[in-house]
């Protein structure tokens, strides 16, 4: 099955990264990007994408306004600077609204030491998190990692390769990287949100559907992580009750931008709509990009209902970040800095 074969309906990648992939990207090499997710978008037969790239984003959605939405970024701090310094947030977000960004993306909160890293729930984001609320400013936010990245027998090489080993140097568990979203929640219950990469939960059909019924401002993601399309391959035919069940909560996305040229952006988007679409057995193509495991067994399509991928594609996304984009001011140029943002406790 080619692009050509998927059903005929709008699709909006709600996860797409821009320029910060690759350190500091250079202005030639931001265009060369854009140039890219355009013809990602052609060839993709996508209608639209949401990046993460700060302000690089912002001003490829300027250039081209109706392809895409622009994720503003969050000022990341050590615990030492966090100590010390308080974050205006709600001056701060305000500023990104008015310069155009649609929402938060991607608030990252990949395991990291306990020593140096800010947890979610910790006082330093209260602001950040109250504001969003109160504004209903969508976030998109990663938190924890596939389970088996903390099992030394269980790690990918790829994974062990680039340092997420996660079972030496004091990580937090992935349990406890759960907690602090949960007390996020729980403090802001109108907090819309969207998890990503299905929010590491694709081996836990039940903890999933128990999370989804506690928080009903809370989405995942589809970004691979291929283990995500693994193991709901392993328990298909529930995994497609779910699916369907919860067709309002689950959303697009791929994770572009971690993938590095043009066919790997788009086996991502195969892999993904041939799984909802199809009730096909099928494996990684060898063309898509080393982070996606190659594994024996065969992923098992869910081959969804119209109603539920029309929900999945692009209208869940068009409810939590607008049916159009905002408009953009260009009138700031740069990113603040963390001193501009900041003032003493």
């Not at 990602?40 to 490829?60: D, E, N, P």
């Not at 799984?275 to 399509?301: C, I, K, M, N, W």
Request: aromatic share 12%.
């Amino acid at each position: 099955m080619g692009f050509s074969g998927f059903v005929d309906l709008p699709v909006i990648d709600c996860h797409v990264h821009l320029g910060t992939m690759r350190g500091t990207p250079t202005g030639e090499s931001l265009r060369e990007q854009g140039k890219t997710l355009v013809e990602v978008i052609r060839r993709g037969h996508l209608k639209q994408m949401y990046t993460s790239g700060g302000y690089a984003g912002l001003r490829l959605k300027a250039e081209y306004p109706d392809l895409f939405y622009a994720g503003g970024p969050i000022p990341r701090l050590q615990r030492e600077h966090a100590e010390k310094a308080k974050v205006d947030w709600e001056e701060y977000i305000r500023g990104l609204v008015d310069a155009g960004f649609d929402g938060i993306g991607e608030v990252v909160s990949k395991p990291a030491p306990r020593e140096g890293r800010v947890p979610l729930d910790s006082p330093h984001y209260e602001g950040f998190w109250s504001t969003c609320e109160k504004l209903g400013y969508t976030v998109l936010c990663h938190v924890a990692d596939p389970e088996e990245f903390w099992d030394e027998g269980l790690i990918p090489k790829w994974a062990k390769d680039k340092g997420w080993g996660y079972y030496v140097g004091g990580y937090p568990t992935k349990g406890e990287l759960y907690r602090e979203m949960e007390n996020v929640l729980d403090r802001h219950p109108g907090l819309k949100i969207v998890l990503c990469h299905f929010y590491f939960m694709s081996a836990d059909l039940e903890g999933a559907s128990d999370f989804l019924a506690r928080y009903e401002n809370a989405h995942f993601d589809l970004s691979l992580g291929i283990e995500l399309m693994y193991n709901i391959s392993r328990r298909r035919d529930d995994w497609r009750d779910f699916f369907i069940r919860h067709q309002d909560r689950i959303l697009f996305g791929t994770d572009i931008g971690v993938s590095k040229t043009l066919q790997q952006h788009l086996d991502r988007i195969w892999l993904i709509r041939k799984f909802l679409e199809s009730d096909d057995e099928f494996h990684t193509p060898q063309s898509a990009d080393p982070l996606l495991t190659r594994y024996e067994e065969p992923y098992v399509g869910l081959k969804l209902p119209k109603a539920a991928l029309e929900n999945i594609y692009a209208k869940n996304f068009q409810r939590l970040w607008g049916e159009k984009a905002r408009k953009v001011d260009l009138t700031l140029k740069r990113e603040p800095s963390i001193t501009e943002l900041t003032r003493k406790a």
